[in-house]
């Protein structure tokens, strides 16, 4: 079962990465229609130096299985290009940017995991009434992340004036001392608490209706006819089972919070890979946003494997 499961992950990175080397290539006005004789790309003066960086590493004139090998060999080696707009390679700047969005995304799915799921089997297990709560949720959750951030920006930080509006740290903060990681943590709160609350209602929302529904199986409520203990009902009967359809939630909810935090940093101007995105997209810096998009779908696929092996092997022991 698990050389299937690899198989078939095998797979999908050769689909991944065939797409991203053929369409750049098929598609009119790519970089990669032009020669050597342009000295515009994307509407862009480029450097001799630049353009003879961007066609060393996609070398265009070569025929097309030697360019795709080279692609392999490149990508093997973390080599994603070189940027047309910062002029450095674009594993520099991704892996540059990348600890601030790894900071701000798992710092989120672990508190809205840990609220949204304990207040969830909280509230089902005292059988309280949760239909405005569900309501609540259900409202947060249908508001775009780019929206309650500008909202949450607007109000606490223009407004109110509480906490700063933008960047991870104020310009000419000396790195690595006590008033950097203070500053730092000031600069978070506000992107953190936009994805917490984007994503809690997902995660609320399922525990609460996974924990009613195996309330209402046989075996609890013989369990509850035996005079067996609360506690032991909800640890060994409920909260067992309904684990393997958290873990289903904190797979998507992993995704989505890199993905959200990409919306979330563009709006508050977080150093983040969203951000480098943001100005990728703008400076029409396709080099810049192709590798983007590969490491994001590639982190897809590493959280995907990871939950599918847990998933087994937890069902395989309950």
């Known amino acids: ?30 970089p990669l229609s032009y020669n050597h004789n ?5 509407n862009q003066s480029l450097p001799e130096d630049t353009f003879n960086a961007f066609e060393e590493y996609y070398a265009p004139n070569e025929p097309f299985f030697n360019q795709f090998y080279k692609y392999l060999y490149n990508l093997s080696r973390f080599d994603f ?17 990348l600890p601030w969005t790894l900071l ?15 207040w969830a089997i909280k509230t089902s297990l005292l059988n309280k009434s949760s239909n405005f709560k ?20 607007g109000v606490i930080a223009y407004k109110l004036k509480l906490l700063p509006a933008w960047g991870a740290y104020k310009p000419g903060t000396v790195f690595f001392t006590h008033t950097f990681y203070l500053d730092v943590l000031l600069h978070l709160i506000l992107p953190l608490l936009t994805l917490i609350l984007c994503e809690i209602p997902g995660i609320y929302i399922l525990t609460y209706n996974s924990s009613q529904k195996i309330k209402k199986e046989n075996y609890v409520i013989m369990a509850r006819y035996l005079n067996i203990e609360d506690k032991q009902i909800n640890q060994q009967f409920i909260f067992k089972n309904i684990i393997p359809e958290i873990l289903g939630k904190l797979n998507i909810q992993l995704i989505y919070a890199i993905t959200g935090s990409l919306f979330v940093e563009a709006i508050f101007s977080y150093p983040g890979i969203g951000q480098l995105l943001k100005s990728a997209a703008s400076s029409r810096d396709y080099p810049l946003i192709q590798g983007i998009l590969i490491l994001t779908c590639f982190y897809g696929l590493i959280v995907n494997f990871i939950f599918e092996i847990v998933l087994k092997n937890n069902t395989e022991k309950y």
């Open 81 to 97: 290009g070189y940027s047309f707009y910062y002029k450095l390679p674009v594993s520099n700047l991704i892996f540059g940017r």
């Open 1 to 30: 079962m698990k050389l299937r499961v690899l198989v078939k992950y095998f797979i999908y990175i050769f689909l991944i990465l065939l797409i991203s080397f053929v369409l750049p290539r098929i598609i009119p006005g790519s």
């Open 104 to 118: 701000l995304s798992f710092t989120s799915i672990v508190i809205s995991s840990f609220v949204g799921i304990s």
């Open 38 to 42: 342009d000295t515009y790309i994307l």
């Open 134 to 153: 569900i309501g609540m949720m259900i409202a947060i959750q249908s508001m775009p992340t780019f929206l309650v951030a500008i909202l949450i920006q």
